[in-house]
């Protein structure tokens, strides 16, 4: 098993990232197989694959670079 922390900086930017509910999370856990859970701003993601687990985490943290320059992310 796989695992791997992210911090995100700003917790507005990381609930919008999240999603309502953290259903942006379900949806890229869903179609990755990747287990994702929050506490705060940040997000442990765990998986089977370590090629699963960068491709998450790199999902994540690029999906947070947008946020950060002002896009919506939905």
């Avoid at 609930?15 to 287990?35: D, H, I, T, Y």
């Avoid at 370590?50 to 985490?57: P, R, V, Y």
């Amino acid at each position: 098993m796989f695992k791997r922390k992210l911090e995100f900086d700003d917790s507005a930017l990381a609930s919008e990232l999240f999603g309502p509910q953290s259903a942006n999370l379900a949806m890229l856990a869903e179609k990755s197989g990747v287990r994702i859970e929050t506490r705060g701003s940040a997000a442990m993601l765990s998986a089977d694959s370590e090629a699963d687990l960068d491709i998450a985490a790199n999902v994540l943290s690029q999906l947070y670079g947008i946020a950060q320059s002002g896009i919506a992310v939905y």
